[in-house]
């Protein structure tokens, strides 16, 4: 009966922990990662404990490493973030391990439960309520630290993990000197408290990103309104402008000179396709920044057009959806002809591109893309000179 539980709980163990690394790095085939994953976890904690001890550094490194080895093989990319949490939770497996040691033994004499059962119990219940939590709040997790910051998270998760593990392994033996206890109790705090600065920090760049994308915002708006003011008075001297052209194109035609009248009209295009810039689709964070990026394509060298046929979203004025419409275009800028279609269907909208002669480095924008995809839910694709992407509409 105690084979059957130890076998339960470790099986129940190694899906918890799998589940959080694969849900906390976004793993696409995430049911087919959580079998693989927890088969190869479950294996590790079932070694007999004459080879290796299940909270010795081999073991933890053993279980660490095969979940990195693991991730990189279903094609994911490991950064940091992913990183610190798969040392964090296989940190916490350890310490959940621990905490039946808070009872006194003679707890144990009120129930029918053995000394086995009540520490398989109590660590699966403790880490399920624990991974529950923690999968509700990692969205708060920090992955924009710099380098250095995170080679100081990781080594002292590391050695954390070390205390901890050396700390559970003297007190499942039965060493309860008080050495152990204060062992035990630093490295939690330290472990614990370093998961809530990472997270106090995140919530802190999230501001401060957000802060700087509205300033942004609010920078293309004021660019957009003094960009219509202009055209707007451009457009009142054009009407007097008009008759004269119109009238210097007659009396050139009449005087055979065709070429001066074909020269004199085509000077007058830009002058007329800057107007052809402004949008009207009743969504006004995207019509001003998107219509003054149009009017800087127009009025460059490119040979830029443009279609646009959505209703009136909240999901078009969001921050994250015109950051990426302004950077994708910023990609294709040196190209010799853009087309860009922006065509809402029932529940999606359709952004195609289509571009001539444009040189960019291909895994920076893929990157990026993918980049994007956290935050904005859209599938693309890519063919020669020309980039699909479908949003779900919020």
Not at 26 to 53: A, G, R, W
Not at 322 to 344: G, H, K, Q
Request: hydrophobic residues 45%; contains cysteine.
């Amino acid at each position: 009966m105690i084979l059957v539980g130890v076998f339960i709980g470790y099986l129940f163990r190694s899906l918890l922990f799998s589940y959080f690394v694969g849900s906390t790095s976004k793993v696409e085939k995430l049911n087919l990662f959580i079998l693989t994953s927890s088969m190869i976890q479950f294996s590790l904690y079932m070694i007999p404990e004459s080879i290796i001890s299940r909270n010795s550094l081999l073991s933890i490194a053993l279980s660490i490493l095969g979940m990195y080895i693991l991730l990189f093989a279903f094609n994911h990319k490991l950064n940091f973030s992913d990183i610190n949490n798969t040392l964090f939770y296989r940190g916490l497996i350890i310490l959940c391990s621990s905490i039946h040691l808070l009872i006194r033994p003679e707890a144990y004499r009120f129930t029918s439960f053995t000394y086995q059962d009540i520490h398989i119990l109590i660590t699966l219940i403790v880490q399920l309520i624990l991974t529950v939590l923690l999968l509700k709040f990692q969205d708060q997790y920090s992955n924009n630290l710099s380098i250095k910051a995170w080679k100081y998270i990781l080594l002292n998760e590391i050695i954390t993990i070390i205390m901890i593990a050396y700390a559970s392994t003297s007190l499942l033996n039965e060493r309860m000197d008080n050495s152990m206890w204060i062992l035990l109790l630093l490295g939690s705090a330290n472990f614990i408290s370093t998961k809530v600065l990472l997270n106090k920090i995140g919530q802190i760049n999230e501001e401060r990103i957000g802060e700087e994308k509205n300033k942004e915002l609010e920078r293309i708006i004021r660019e957009r309104e003094s960009n219509i003011k202009h055209i707007k008075n451009e457009i009142q001297t054009l009407d007097h402008r008009m008759y004269y052209i119109t009238h210097m194109g007659k009396k050139l035609i009449e005087e055979g000179k065709y070429d001066e009248a074909k020269e004199l009209l085509k000077s007058q295009e830009k002058n007329i396709m800057k107007y052809d810039t402004l949008l009207e689709t009743g969504n006004s964070a995207f019509d001003m920044a998107l219509g003054l990026k149009f009017y800087d394509l127009k009025m460059g060298e490119i040979d830029f057009n443009n279609a646009v046929s959505i209703s009136q979203n909240s999901f078009y004025n969001s921050p994250v959806f015109i950051d990426f419409m302004l950077s994708i275009l910023d990609v294709f800028s040196t190209a010799s002809y853009l087309n860009m279609n922006i065509i809402e269907n029932p529940g999606i909208v359709r952004v195609k591109i289509i571009y001539k002669d444009c040189e960019y480095d291909y895994d920076t924008v893929l990157n990026f893309i993918e980049e994007k995809r956290k935050d904005l839910h859209f599938v693309y694709r890519i063919e020669e000179n020309t980039f699909s992407f479908v949003f779900n509409l919020a």
